[in-house]
């Protein structure tokens, strides 16, 4: 089946420590995104890239970088200059090109937790 | 900018009764997409319906329809006769149109959401 992989589920951060988010996905989309969601609350966009070796800082960048390496690949790295990095973090991913009716599909998502 | 407003933070229905989740929005483009999802309390966002700007017809899918009133700039999800499973957060967005240029290619813009609680 395709889709997308985000791991781990649960994930903890200790003081001035940098961790990974993994999001993988085998759906031959060219567009990958990454989203923040307080509780209660929207999602936020963090990072985007449109193709392989580009990416472009969405609405709440600081304290956050990604790579994209590889088409089906799009990992974020919480820093430790994200003072309050507890959240769930969500990936999309989308057919790039000009059809606007294509939506984003979502990852499981990832919670993040402050030790 | 764009904006999404979903003023109804929780919405509570029987079970196979109708419901309206309201969504406004404000966008100074001509082409654009609006996009309702719902979120089970799992976590997972799963996309139910898409309308166009210029789409003249009131998108369908199933169960769920979506009320396009262009001139109110509003976009409000109806869904018929309630399941049980449909209790989630369900999330009104906007995308830009592709085409318009710039740097923010793709990008959605979320509403607050809406909780809905469907009563047996």
């Known amino acids: 089946d395709g889709g997308i992989t985000q791991s781990p589920k649960y994930l903890f951060r200790k003081e001035g420590q940098n961790v990974t988010l993994s999001c993988e996905q085998n759906l031959n989309h060219d567009a990958m995104y990454w989203y923040r969601q307080d509780p209660g609350q929207g999602l936020r966009l963090i990072y985007y890239s449109q193709i392989v070796n580009d990416f472009q800082k969405g609405d709440i960048a600081e304290g956050y970088s990604v790579s994209r390496e590889k088409k089906e690949s799009f990992p974020l790295t919480v820093t430790s200059a994200q003072k309050n990095p507890t959240a769930f973090y969500l990936c999309a991913s989308r057919v790039a090109g000009t059809d606007s009716n294509q939506p984003q599909h979502f990852g499981d998502g990832t919670r993040l937790s402050i030790l | 900018a764009q904006k999404i407003t979903q003023t109804q933070p929780g919405m509570f229905v029987q079970e196979k009764e109708a419901v309206t989740l309201d969504c406004t929005y404000d966008?100074?483009?001509?082409?654009?997409?609006l996009f309702w999802y719902k979120q089970p309390s799992s976590g997972e966002m799963i996309f139910l319906i898409y309308?166009?700007?210029?789409?003249?017809q009131n998108a369908t899918e199933g169960r769920y329809s979506l009320n396009f009133q262009k001139a109110r700039k509003s976009a409000n999800l109806v869904i018929s006769a309630s399941q049980l499973g449909d209790s989630a957060m369900y999330f009104c967005a906007m995308r830009e149109d592709p085409n318009a240029g710039g740097t923010s290619y793709g990008k959605l813009t979320f509403g607050q959401g809406t909780i809905l609680t469907v009563h047996p």
């Open positions: 309308q166009g700007s210029y789409d003249e």
């Open positions: 966008t100074s483009d001509q082409s654009y997409g």
